[in-house]
């Protein structure tokens, strides 16, 4: 590899990476606040469902009652036991207890958390996800998560705890749960779970007759965070992220950006609302959409991150009824497209997403006809190398060009070594009567960096490559190739000994010793150059994927071969041209 193509890596790099972080993410962000409206209210609202009683004016108001805290008003309904119901379908493994109404574990069995256990999303010691609250004026919250519910299972009330299996198509789960108040005031939390997949419904129906009218507004919230589902925690912890749609407007708030802890509130039509970890996802989706906020919550210490959805109480209700669509599993695109909401969103595949589509696409296609993504991954690096070959070719024409100038190149230098004006002119003009372009070695590798980049994305942040292996101590393509474990961590090379990026370097080296050299460099330069390059490159993919430094070692390994072929077309050619002038 010659100098010129090797800068144009290390350039690229540096330029994707300052771009990403010094202009892409700052104008992301300056736009997400652009963006931000205020919720979309009309003059009047006289109730939100059809069988809500006319406002009562001020005078006709029974007397509140005063709540205790956050917890639960006075002349509460008379308190059960706890009650915990388990349900079991295909796919998931929920607790849900009555202290709260909300659910208390979710475990899906399909995905293995080390070698002894399945992923479990709700952190162990977190009081539950889907709790309920309400505002009063002032901002005084009124959180029901400590509140004991009475527990109804498909209609019937249970006063025990009760375990319940889906595993017939067409079998359902109606959990209910109910807290009453004083006056007839009453709130109800029903959730609907079926065998197959990872959602479920969610109902929220509430009475504001008299205790609960001096509210301004309820909400519904995840704020018993996630758990790290990954060997490597703070892997996990740097892709946690709250986000949700707005108004046709994609949020996403990461973990880092909680520093203070303080809630992000967006106002308009809110769709969904979830937090995600690098390869899971809590969302609930609105079933009918309207205005209100989506409130994403984290705190950077504690590796929190949540969700609520919060409405105003318009014209003052006297009932209540919302509909949701929760879903608690991977992130998954194809299963998250389905939903037409724009859930798909959560899967992070960076700046050049439409690339990474297609790439993970294109994977996920031939995964059913090739049962190893290692295999894929050489696939995808040929089938690069095909698409690119006639421009490689003609590069290393280029480079050969630039080799038989360089004699001439270095007179220039010498000649005109005071007037770096005259060098630049007198160096194109050598270019153009040589029919030489210096962009032509470069071209190639800047038109392969978009793939190179999407790759990246799709082996980092895909479920489908989640542990995926390939073959001898190669057991994980999303994550670095770990033959052995150092015991300690050491700088630059963390705790294991990765063996692939030192394989790649051994390529790179190779690779520039056969393309001969650049075009224009001094020899000690050139030589320092295809030294210091593979060293380089070497520690900068040796905390990559396994699978991204695989995609580039088949790549280099094609190159290598290529390189060889054109050299010796090229050889060839000339030596029949020579030939044929001495013939003349």
């Known amino acids: 590899m010659d100098k010129r193509s090797l800068m144009a890596i290390v350039l690229t790099f540096l330029v994707i990476v300052l771009w990403n972080f010094l202009y892409i993410k700052p104008k992301q962000e300056e736009a ?20 809500a009683e006319p406002a009562r004016e001020e005078s006709e108001l ?19 036991e706890p009650v915990e119901i388990k349900v079991f379908t295909r796919k998931m493994q929920l607790r849900l207890g009555s202290i709260g109404g909300e659910i208390k574990s979710v475990k899906l069995p399909e995905f293995k958390k080390n070698e002894d256990g399945v992923v479990e999303l709700i952190p162990e010691g977190a009081e539950g996800g889907l709790g309920i609250g309400v505002l009063r004026s002032g901002e005084e919250e009124v959180d029901f998560g400590g509140n004991g519910f009475t527990v109804m299972v498909n ?3 249970v006063s025990g705890d ?23 005031d009453y709130i109800e939390k029903r959730f609907l779970f079926f065998p197959d997949g990872y959602t479920y419904k969610f ?43 707005v108004s046709e407007e994609f949020y996403k708030e990461s973990l880092g950006s909680f520093g203070d802890a303080e809630p992000k509130r967006k106002q308009g039509t809110v769709t969904w609302a979830g937090a995600r970890t690098k390869y899971f996802l809590s969302a609930l989706m609105v079933d009918d959409p309207r205005s209100g906020d989506l409130v994403m919550l984290g705190d950077e210490e504690a590796g929190f991150v949540g969700f609520a959805i919060s409405y105003p109480f318009r014209g003052d209700p006297r009932r209540v009824e919302r509909h949701f669509t929760g879903y608690l599993g991977p992130l998954d695109m194809s299963r998250l497209e389905k939903f037409g909401m724009g859930l798909e969103d959560a899967v992070d595949l960076g700046w050049l997403r439409f690339f990474s589509v297609i790439i993970l696409k294109i994977m996920v296609f031939l995964k059913q006809f090739i049962p190893n993504y290692g295999l894929i991954i050489i696939i995808m690096s040929i089938m690069t190398k095909l698409l690119f070959y006639r421009l490689t070719h003609k590069s290393f024409k280029s480079m050969k060009d630039m080799q038989k100038l360089q004699p001439k190149i270095k007179k220039l230098q010498e000649k005109y070594k005071d007037d770096k004006e005259k060098l630049n002119k007198e160096t194109m003009k050598l270019y153009k009567e040589g029919g030489v372009n210096p962009l032509g070695g470069c071209l190639p590798l800047i038109l392969q960096m978009p793939v190179f980049i999407a790759l990246f994305q799709v082996l980092r942040n895909t479920i489908e490559l989640r542990n995926a ?34 394989i790649m370097g051994g390529a ?20 320092m150059m295809q030294t210091m390059m593979p060293i380089v490159f070497t520690f900068i993919f040796y905390g990559m994927p396994s699978g991204l430094v695989l995609y580039w070692i088949v790549n280099n390994l094609l ?8 050299n010796r077309e090229i050889e060839k050619e000339e030596r029949e041209k020579a030939g044929e002038n001495g013939t003349e």
Not at 32 to 49: C, F, I, P
Not at 209 to 235: A, H
Not at 559 to 566: E, L
């Open 32 to 51: 997400r606040n652009a963006m931000l409206k205020k919720a979309e209210q009309d003059s009047v609202y006289t109730r939100e469902d059809a069988g």
């Open 62 to 80: 029974v007397e509140e009652e005063s709540f205790s805290g956050s917890m639960a008003p006075a002349r509460e309904q008379k308190e059960h």
């Open 162 to 184: 009760r375990e319940i299996r889906l595993d017939s198509s067409g079998e359902q789960a109606e959990i209910l749960f109910r807290r009453e108040f004083a006056e007839g």
């Open 155 to 157: 209609g019937l009330e």
């Open 508 to 527: 790179m080296v190779l690779q520039s010793k056969l393309g001969g050299g650049g075009a224009a460099a001094p020899g000690g330069q050139q030589k």
């Open 559 to 566: 190159t290598i071969t290529q390189q060889y072929i054109a």
């Open 469 to 502: 292996p390939f073959i001898l101590w190669i057991d994980n393509l999303s994550a670095p190739d770990a033959l052995f474990s150092f015991g300690a961590s050491l700088p630059i090379l963390g705790d294991t000994f990765n063996l692939l990026p030192l």
């Open 203 to 245: 109902s929220l129906e509430m009475s504001r007759d008299s205790l609960l009218r001096g509210t301004e507004s309820y909400y519904v919230k995840w704020d018993c965070g996630l758990m790290v589902t990954e060997e490597k925690e703070d892997w996990d912890r740097r892709d946690f992220a709250s986000l949700g749609r």
